[in-house]
């Protein structure tokens, strides 16, 4: 199969209905893992039908997503917080990473961020003050906030939108001992194995493991942004990509 980028073997989603690949080159889509379950995977016949190619996604974080972009190695990233404010983190880490009047950003879907925790857990509600005792490591057992005496386990993906955004609205620092791992699927599927997690997910995340989960109430609303972005001169196959995206997204 003709790829413009190369991605490692059994990570991809190939979508390339009643396309053939002799015909036209895979348009790859690489990024957020949030846009690919709220966006992009589920009306995927769809999106490859409206746009007329086959479609390779890979679901990593905005970061690997936005980077791949600028290396070549995907057409369109895909990122859960505006193009220009990831560029802006990843260019004082790296100065001269990217020029951001190179790309278009476009915001195509939202979705929210959710609390979870392994399903034996009795507590379904946490305050403000309480969710921040927790992803700080102030509170270490559960029995502390009125739960089974089981010790708490903070799973995190620093690199994902919702772990910076839970820490800015919280006004916290996560605690030292967090255990991280590299993408959102693994923090839903270390939460339904481990009595003593938390971590967090999207409402975009429409997985088979939510209902392995409990889901936790809270006044704290963080609405995560979906957004697809591509070079200015991207060819037209990528752009038609976009475009069907939109349209499934807007609806």
Known sequence: MNMRGIARAGAVIVIAVGISSEA?????VHGATTVTFGLMRPPQAEIVKLAGGPITI???SSRHGLAALVQGKADIAML???????????????PGFMNVDDY??????????????HPSNPIKALTHAQLAGLFTGKIKNWSELGGPSQ?????????SSPHRMIKEALGISYAPDIRIVQNANQTAIIVAQAPGAISYLSTAHDLPIRSKL???????QLPLQLHLAFRKDAPEDVKRVIEAAELVGNR
């Open 214 to 220: 409990s889901f936790i109430k809270t006044e704290l």
């Open 151 to 159: 010790p708490v386990l903070i799973v995190g993906e620093p690199t």
């Open 58 to 60: 890979l679901p990593c």
């Open 104 to 117: 278009v950003g476009k915001h195509v879907a939202n979705a929210y961020v959710q609390f979870i925790v």
């Open 24 to 28: 036209a080159a895979d348009v790859n």
């Open 80 to 94: 859960a917080e505006p193009l220009e404010a990831i560029a802006e983190v990843m260019n004082k880490k790296q």
